[in-house]
């Protein structure tokens, strides 16, 4: 089983739309999760960071559960823009930070 | 200018050829990282560096080495290059503070190896 785990998707959907990705994790002590954006040929970029509280940034909006040992991300009024692969990215205690393979999505006009 | 380059962007070099790709950053950054993302797997820790003096190894350093040259300098060396190498590269720094809030990484525009 993989450390972290993400649906690779393609998530095709259209401007506008309402869509979220679920992540989990199998390391219960992990204790930092992210989410970074990696665009095609790119660099990935921290789009946020996830709280246990949860939390919001404009239309992105993460969420830790940890009892089931999960994060997820919500993009609301999904923009052309937003097409990227998303990378779920756990931090353990010490170092060690693992990321996930990615989700992809494509948003249409 | 970026914070973060990587020389070269793009290689293809002969099994057996010894390469190397550079890292440099001007972010001040005492933490530096080299990453290979393949398809379908994604990133996974080659090698990292806390300091100039501080080398550890990540999950797949077999086949790879590394020199902290300066704090701003870190390099990748694949002594006799194989096809199973062949990869994006990513070079990472944070801070050692723990970077902004949570310790985030940010990451050179990768390095394209292909090894025939």
């Known amino acids: 089983r993989k450390e972290v785990e993400q649906d690779p998707g393609p998530f095709n959907v259209p401007e506008g739309a309402t869509v979220a990705f679920n992540c989990t994790y199998s390391?219960?002590?992990?204790?930092?999760f992210f989410w970074y954006r990696q665009d095609c040929r790119k660099e990935p970029k921290l789009l946020m960071s996830?709280?246990?509280s949860g939390n919001e940034d404009g239309r992105f909006t993460a969420q830790l559960n940890r009892a089931s040992q999960y994060i997820s991300l919500l993009i609301r009024d999904s923009k052309l823009s937003d097409s990227a692969t998303y990378l779920c990215v756990v931090k353990g205690g010490g170092f060690k930070t693992i990321f996930g393979a990615g989700t992809r999505l494509f948003v249409k006009a | 200018d970026a914070d973060v380059t990587q020389t070269p962007r793009n290689r293809i070099t002969k099994t057996g050829k010894r390469i190397m790709l550079e890292c440099s950053q001007t972010?001040?950054?005492?933490?530096m990282y080299w990453y290979r993302q393949d398809p379908g797997l994604g990133l996974r820790l080659i090698y990292y560096?806390?300091?100039?003096?501080?080398?550890n190894k990540g999950e797949i350093s077999d086949g790879y080495s590394v020199s902290r040259q300066a704090q701003a300098k870190f390099s990748l060396s694949l002594e006799s290059a194989i096809p199973n190498q062949t990869a994006l590269y990513f070079c990472a720094t944070s801070d050692s503070g723990g970077g902004g809030p949570n310790n985030e990484q940010f990451f050179g525009p990768g390095t394209r190896l292909t090894v025939l």
């Open positions: 996830v709280y246990s």
């Open positions: 560096s806390f300091d100039v003096k501080d080398i």
């Open positions: 972010k001040g950054h005492d933490r």
């Open positions: 390391n219960s002590a992990s204790q930092s």
